[in-house]
């Protein structure tokens, strides 16, 4: 519908051409409709009228029964119009009101015999209005006449039966289907209308026949289908049967690739972008299947149609994704692109040229992405942040010119959104870089000298008390901190107080400073920010000696609470005022969520200030934490590696269980993470039975089962096995869920007093040689591997044998180590026959372990590799040839 134009020229403000619907009510409108009962009809005037009262159901208006009863028997009169405008407005408005079952008898008879009219455009407005609202005994009455429509001459009556049916399909599925000989045939019509609306209603007859639909693809992709719209519609339905068809393992080859292949060369657009997009789809594609599909993509960049343009590149950012190197060859076209009218395509150009660039092209993006970002909007933006953090963790050693670039963009304007998205790079840029550390900081330091937004304030500072005491210098960032306690407000003063306390406790030589600006903060007018000045001093002892940190104290100011923020809580809350002080130790400690445990479904990892300070450090901090709360597990020692979570139950089961593994140098405990979806059950003495007979190193010593598990509450069971010390001790487990379950009272919410054993089957875990090794990065692998030196280096070669590419054997050796790729070199670029892939890690026993790894093609698909290893200990070295030996 129409709506108000604002103005005809933006020069002009004092002249607007307003909406003819503007400021219409519906009782006024309501008196025009008696028109509808004039002896003499004016047709322009009814449909004027018409047009408004569709306009106010467009707009949300609701009419009551009685209002709308009187509207629909006004407009049933106008059927003894012959005007063919004034019939449509009819038609539209019948379908509009929905008329009730008793109301349609009354308009059922004259939408009849529009339907066998001698006019085309009666015929099929009336097909669709009679769809639109007759129950499914009507509908029987007039099948016939329906299926005469389909395969009808007229290319509109016969499109407006389809359309009909694919709607009634939903509400009377049988009387669809009696169909299908008539819709079959309407797929070979010459009307390329027709035939897409055929194709659309063949496929949804038969969805739900994997094999028919197979079949209908089959005949059709042999076949001429004319209509691009068909076309790009079969397109679409051969991807779905080649997702859910095996590729031929003996000759490699994905069935009817060839006709998506032939696609590429036909001469509509939207066929051969279906076809393009449909192939950069399909799982696992290759590198051979992709390149005609990135050559016409290419071409597409080029096109003089936006539409066109935009459709490539978002396609290609995609690709990108997933094979970097496939895209590179598009780069020049895209760096075109940069500069094109449409914001959206520039964004999408400059963030896939980020993931697919070369070391040597950053410089060059930089200045192009420079001149760029003054133009676009802050959701664009923090696309293109997000992809410049990717590309400096790419390429670590132009960290320098990426980190420049975010703290020249950081003094600009923007919203929070933005501003948090920089700052999270920079942050992530920190931990993962150790050269970026200092000047990272120090642009945080600048950017909350000017900050608008408490909350990013306070987190800055929050990661400059962790950071900034490790630092070479640490004493050039208190300024930066005080100044916060004069010029902010009380939240980000009482967070400063904490920072400046932090490099007190980590910073001996620093101390009497510290005390000097703590002493200063406890006249501040906050009481929170006097409270923690107080409180600091206190702790830190607040005479000015310079003495050594007590641990306690550090433990008090860095480390986290290991106590259930619930538990404390409910505590709290229970608590009653008394001369008895809070006991913090009377909060119970047993764990009643999943701290660390990914749940069911997606979910989006944390990132920059969200996340822990150094990933994998901070995960085992964080389980460790968990693990020590155990009195079983205290004489573990250190924990050195948890795992990711590995689910051990389907999608949408009855009982959700996934595990994970902690590594310790004598002992592995599998933490198995449990959830019961099933809300009339009660889980009680829940347990996991392993068998270990396919794990001889491993004996069990503890397993601690969970009391009970009520419907949608997290529990955790644990499994404690003992293995040789400093040995890479590998097995399977079978697992078995045991338990008692318990009826709920959906009422009551109460369990029975009985309950009956049960057991459920889990998947087998596997413990690898991977989960012995801890993946760190290093940020130039060259200084590190000439610092290690040749003394524990263990080089020898090994056939790895036929395989589907480079880059297939490159992923399964990285997989089987389970170290860090460095630089980027995980990625094999294209076509190509010999690939280096440099990795780094820690050993089991904190042993700092770099890898340098040729692979090289030997023959056809015959993949041959070189193995150096280095390592602070030679059996390490030796160790790590074993794995690759043995694997």
């Not at 509009?96 to 349609?104: F, W």
């Not at 004069?486 to 980000?492: G, K, P, Q």
């Not at 250190?638 to 009982?655: G, H, R």
């Not at 280096?836 to 030997?858: M, P, Q």
């Amino acid at each position: 519908m129409a709506q108000p134009l604002v103005k005809k020229d933006d020069d002009r403000d004092d002249e607007a051409d307003y909406s003819p619907f503007l400021g219409i009510e519906k009782g006024a409108v309501l008196q025009e409709a008696r028109v509808f009962n004039d002896p003499q009809l004016d047709p322009r005037r009814c449909s004027q009228v018409i047009t408004k009262l569709l306009y106010l159901l467009n707009q949300g208006e609701t009419f009551t029964k009685i209002e709308a009863t009187e509207v629909f028997f006004a407009v049933t009169k106008l059927f003894q119009s012959r005007d063919i405008g004034l019939r449509r407005m009819v038609y539209l408005m019948i379908k509009e009101l929905s008329p009730s079952a008793d109301e349609v008898i009354i308009v059922t008879s004259s939408l009849m015999k529009d339907m066998t009219s001698k006019t085309d455009m009666y015929r099929a407005n009336a097909i669709r209005v009679l769809c639109r609202i007759t129950e499914g005994t009507l509908l029987t009455q007039i099948e016939r006449y329906l299926k005469q429509a389909i395969v009808d001459k007229n290319p509109v009556v016969a499109s407006a039966a389809l359309v009909s049916g694919i709607h009634l399909l939903q509400t009377n599925p049988e009387i669809v289907k009696r169909w299908s000989n008539e819709v079959q045939e309407a797929v070979q019509s010459r009307a390329a209308l027709v035939q897409f609306h055929a194709l659309a209603l063949l496929h949804q007859i038969r969805q739900n026949d994997r094999l028919a639909v197979s079949k209908l693809v089959t005949s059709l992709t042999k076949g001429t289908v004319r209509s691009p719209l068909a076309q790009s519609l079969l397109i679409r339905y051969t991807s779905q049967v080649i997702r859910e068809s095996a590729t031929n393992i003996q000759t490699g080859d994905r069935p009817f690739y060839d006709f998506l292949e032939g696609c590429l060369r036909h001469k509509a657009e939207m066929v051969i972008f279906e076809a393009a997009r449909a192939i950069t789809e399909l799982s696992g594609v290759t590198t051979r299947e992709l390149t005609p599909a990135i050559t016409v993509l290419q071409l597409f960049l080029s096109s003089s149609k936006p539409v066109l343009r935009f459709a490539a590149v978002r396609t290609l950012n995609k690709v990108a994704m997933t094979h970097p190197m496939a895209v590179t060859n598009c780069n020049i076209d895209m760096e075109s692109l940069i500069s094109d009218q449409n914001r959206s395509i520039a964004t999408l150009a400059i963030t896939t040229l980020l993931k697919t660039g070369n070391e040597s092209s950053v410089d060059r993006l930089m200045k192009q992405i420079t001149n760029f970002m003054s133009d676009i909007a802050d959701e664009f933006k923090i696309v293109v942040v997000e992809a410049i953090r990717s590309l400096c963790l790419k390429f670590p050693l132009k960290y320098r010119s990426l980190m420049n670039f975010l703290s020249n963009i950081l003094r600009e304007e923007g919203g929070f959104e933005y501003k948090k998205a920089i700052i999270d790079s920079i942050v992530i840029l920190i931990r993962d870089i150790p050269e970026a550390k200092e000047s990272g900081l120090l642009h945080l330091c600048e950017f909350i000298e000017d900050c608008e937004f408490t909350y990013l304030s306070t987190q800055i500072l929050h990661f400059l008390g962790i950071e900034g005491p490790k630092t070479s210098d640490p004493s050039k960032y208190i300024r930066y901190i005080y100044n916060r306690v004069h010029l902010e407000n009380a939240t980000v003063r009482a967070s400063a107080v904490s920072t400046l306390a932090k490099f007190g406790a980590m910073v001996d030589s620093l101390k009497p400073r510290i005390f000097v600006l703590l002493r200063r903060c406890l006249f501040d007018s906050d009481d929170e920010v006097r409270d923690r000045a107080t409180l600091y001093l206190n702790t830190l002892g607040g005479d000015g000696s310079v003495v050594e940190t007590d641990k306690d104290v550090k433990e008090f100011l860095f480390g986290s609470l290991d106590l259930p923020l619930v538990n404390l809580e409910t505590s709290l809350k229970n608590y009653e005022p008394s001369e008895e002080p809070f006991d913090i130790s009377s909060v119970p400690r047993e764990v009643k969520t999943q701290p660390l445990a990914e749940k069911k479904g997606p979910s989006k990892k944390p990132t920059g200030l969200a996340a822990p300070p150094t990933a994998p450090v901070s995960t085992v901090d964080a389980y460790e934490k968990l693990l020590s709360s155990i009195p079983e597990f205290a004489d573990f020692g250190k924990l050195f590696k948890s795992s990711a979570p590995v689910e051990l139950t389907e999608a949408e089961t009855e009982y959700s269980v996934n595990v994970v593994k902690h590594i310790f140098d004598g002992h592995v405990v599998f933490q198995y993470n449990c959830t019961n979806t099933i809300p009339e059950q009660l889980l009680e003495h829940v347990t996991v039975v392993v068998d270990a007979s396919e794990a001889e190193e491993f004996s069990q010593v503890i397993s601690k089962p969970l009391k009970s598990l009520p419907y949608d509450t997290p529990g955790q069971i644990f499994v404690a096995f003992e293995k040789p010390e400093g040995v890479l001790s590998v097995g399977k487990f079978s697992n078995m869920l045991r338990f008692t379950v318990k009826e709920v009272d959906p009422t009551t919410g109460e369990a029975e007093d009985d309950g009956v054993e049960d057991e459920y089957q889990l998947e087998d875990l596997e413990v690898v040689a991977a989960d012995y090794m801890l993946k760190v990065g290093v940020s130039n692998f060259r200084n590190a591997w000439e610092s290690m030196g040749a003394d524990c280096e263990r080089v020898d070669e090994y056939g790895l044998g036929p395989r589907e590419s480079l880059a297939e054997a490159v992923s399964a050796v990285v997989n089987l180590l389970g170290l860090q790729p460095c630089e980027g070199t995980e990625v094999v670029p294209s076509n190509s026959r010999s690939h280096t892939c440099l990795l780094s890690g820690v050993y089991i026993g904190n042993v700092k372990v770099l890898v340098r790894i040729s692979f090289g093609i030997d023959g056809p698909k015959e993949v041959a590799m070189k193995l150096a290893v280095r390592s602070e200990d030679e059996t390490v070295s030796d160790a790590i040839h074993e794995i690759v030996a043995s694997g």
